[in-house]
């Protein structure tokens, strides 16, 4: 692009970032380039190369620069380095920023994945992890210790969606010495200014919305400049990389993905507000919704036009399991699936307080997670009043007041 990148709407930066803009004559999108080997076509040549990003295909083609410049453009990041998966991105991370005697704090709403990597690799390696919760902003500073490196947040929190005060932790953070890393999947790279609230790594989970349509894995991690470097040695001795094909399906989803998050939150807030008005639902966790847990919050930090279609529900405590597999089990627009972000609908029972250190009897009750798509909204609505009457008809069903 020839103008200044920083002028530009978020919406046009996300099509015209990773291109060579109107000087280019042909392709409109990059070259997907599939490529192991690189030549050279002499010695001289060869030994200018090295050290550099041009020397394997492991290190990076053009079509997985182009990604990685497009992305780095959408959530204002100095360096990104593309992964295989959300959860390799998170490891990678974690792995370049600690080492065997540090102290780790994770925040207890974490991807679930997240915890089972603190609790093992991490924990055998002499890095100890300590969990907080999530709504306990500079409150956090009576957590750090001497050792701690990295503060992990992770906003809205997984299943529970709960909103942290990131410049408060940010703050307490980066006056002892610490490193903020966050899961920012939810938020996508367009969604806040992680950068600009404190975060030093912003992680994503470039499956889910970056991609957009279920068909391809990804992570991503996008650093400031102070921490590019560090986190790049431990991406390369790891072996990290990514095949152009999925760069190239990241691309194609990255430049519809902010016309893709007005259709899934118009229809979200739809569904949120239809969900409040069930008599089973005790709580809808959607931050987005004005009068939901975590809403001021979020409307100070985030972006109110990019919020995603991911939330959750609550029923009252007299709603069985069983009740709410009948529900689920009788919607047909709604898949049963356990990943998020792509055009489809998708509804799961979850059960947080299996794995939560703090409050977890809070989460007791019989919950869903619901990720709306695309569709119709009107379709979804009558989809989702099937599932609900087939609560309501089972044998076992107590009425709620």
Same mark, same amino acid.
């Given at each position: 692009?020839?103008?200044?990148?920083?002028?530009?709407?978020?919406?046009?930066? =996300?099509?015209?970032?990773?291109?060579?803009?109107?000087?280019?004559?042909?392709?409109?999108?990059?070259?997907?380039?599939?490529?192991?080997?690189? =030549?050279?076509?002499?010695?001289?040549? *060869?030994?200018? #190369?090295?050290?550099?990003?041009?020397?394997?295909?492991?290190?990076? /083609?053009?079509?997985?620069?182009?990604?990685?410049?497009?992305?780095?453009?959408?959530?204002?990041?100095?360096?990104?380095?593309?992964?295989?998966?959300?959860?390799?991105?998170?490891?990678?991370? *974690?792995?370049?920023?600690?080492?065997?005697?540090?102290?780790?704090?994770?925040?207890? /709403?974490?991807?679930?994945?997240?915890?089972?990597?603190?609790?093992?690799?991490?924990?055998?390696?002499?890095?100890?992890?300590?969990?907080?919760?999530?709504?306990?902003?500079?409150? $956090? #500073?009576?957590?750090?210790?001497?050792?701690?490196?990295?503060?992990?947040?992770?906003?809205? +929190?997984?299943?529970?969606?709960?909103?942290?005060?990131?410049?408060? $932790?940010?703050?307490?953070?980066?006056?002892?010495?610490?490193?903020?890393?966050?899961?920012?999947?939810?938020?996508? @790279?367009? +969604?806040?200014?992680?950068?600009?609230?404190?975060?030093?790594?912003?992680?994503?989970?470039?499956?889910?919305?970056?991609?957009?349509?279920?068909?391809?894995?990804? +992570?991503?991690?996008? /650093?400031?400049?102070?921490?590019?470097?560090?986190?790049?040695?431990?991406?390369?001795?790891? +072996?990290?990389?990514?095949?152009?094909?999925?760069? #190239? &399906?990241?691309?194609?989803?990255?430049?519809?993905?902010?016309?893709? &998050?007005?259709?899934?939150?118009?229809?979200?807030?739809?569904?949120?507000?239809?969900? !409040?008005? !069930?008599?089973?639902?005790?709580?809808?966790?959607?931050? @987005?919704?004005?009068?939901?847990?975590?809403?001021?919050?979020?409307?100070?930090?985030?972006? @109110?036009?990019?919020?995603?279609? *991911?939330?959750?529900?609550?029923?009252?405590?007299?709603?069985?399991? !069983?009740?709410?597999?009948?529900?689920?089990?009788?919607?047909?627009?709604?898949?049963?699936?356990?990943?998020?972000?792509?055009?489809?609908?998708?509804?799961?029972?979850?059960?947080?307080?299996?794995?939560?250190?703090?409050?977890?009897?809070?989460?007791?009750?019989?919950?869903?997670?619901?990720?709306?798509?695309?569709?119709?909204?009107?379709?979804?609505?009558?989809?989702?009043?099937?599932?609900?009457?087939?609560?309501?008809?089972?044998? /076992?069903?107590?009425?709620?007041?």
């Amino acid at each position: 692009m020839n103008r200044d990148e920083s002028t530009l709407q978020t919406a046009t930066r =996300l099509t015209h970032a990773g291109r060579k803009g109107k000087d280019h004559h042909g392709p409109v999108n990059p070259p997907l380039v599939r490529a192991s080997t690189m =030549l050279f076509p002499d010695c001289a040549s *060869l030994q200018e #190369a090295n050290g550099t990003r041009r020397i394997y295909g492991r290190h990076a /083609t053009e079509t997985t620069l182009a990604l990685e410049q497009a992305l780095c453009s959408a959530e204002g990041a100095a360096a990104c380095m593309l992964t295989p998966s959300g959860l390799s991105a998170i490891t990678t991370t *974690l792995l370049a920023l600690l080492k065997p005697g540090d102290h780790l704090l994770m925040v207890d /709403t974490a991807y679930d994945p997240t915890r089972l990597f603190c609790d093992g690799l991490l924990k055998q390696n002499g890095i100890s992890t300590t969990y907080y919760d999530p709504l306990i902003g500079a409150g $956090i #500073a009576a957590l750090m210790q001497p050792t701690t490196k990295v503060v992990f947040v992770e906003s809205p +929190g997984s299943l529970t969606f709960e909103v942290q005060d990131i410049p408060a $932790i940010a703050a307490v953070a980066h006056a002892a010495g610490a490193v903020v890393v966050s899961d920012s999947t939810w938020a996508t @790279p367009i +969604g806040w200014a992680s950068f600009e609230l404190g975060v030093d790594v912003s992680i994503h989970a470039a499956t889910k919305y970056i991609v957009g349509h279920s068909d391809a894995l990804m +992570g991503a991690i996008l /650093t400031n400049d102070a921490l590019q470097h560090r986190v790049r040695d431990t991406y390369k001795q790891l +072996g990290m990389s990514i095949g152009s094909d999925d760069a #190239a &399906l990241a691309l194609r989803g990255l430049r519809t993905m902010a016309a893709r &998050l007005a259709v899934h939150r118009q229809s979200a807030q739809v569904v949120a507000r239809w969900l !409040q008005a !069930q008599p089973e639902v005790a709580e809808v966790l959607y931050p @987005p919704l004005e009068g939901t847990a975590g809403h001021e919050l979020w409307k100070r930090d985030f972006r @109110p036009e990019f919020a995603c279609g *991911l939330m959750g529900a609550v029923f009252h405590n007299n709603v069985t399991v !069983q009740q709410v597999a009948a529900l689920i089990d009788r919607t047909r627009l709604f898949g049963i699936g356990f990943s998020w972000g792509g055009y489809e609908s998708l509804i799961l029972p979850t059960n947080p307080s299996r794995c939560r250190t703090i409050n977890a009897e809070k989460w007791t009750a019989p919950m869903l997670r619901l990720h709306v798509g695309l569709e119709a909204v009107e379709d979804l609505l009558a989809d989702l009043d099937v599932g609900f009457n087939a609560l309501r008809t089972l044998p /076992t069903l107590v009425q709620v007041a």
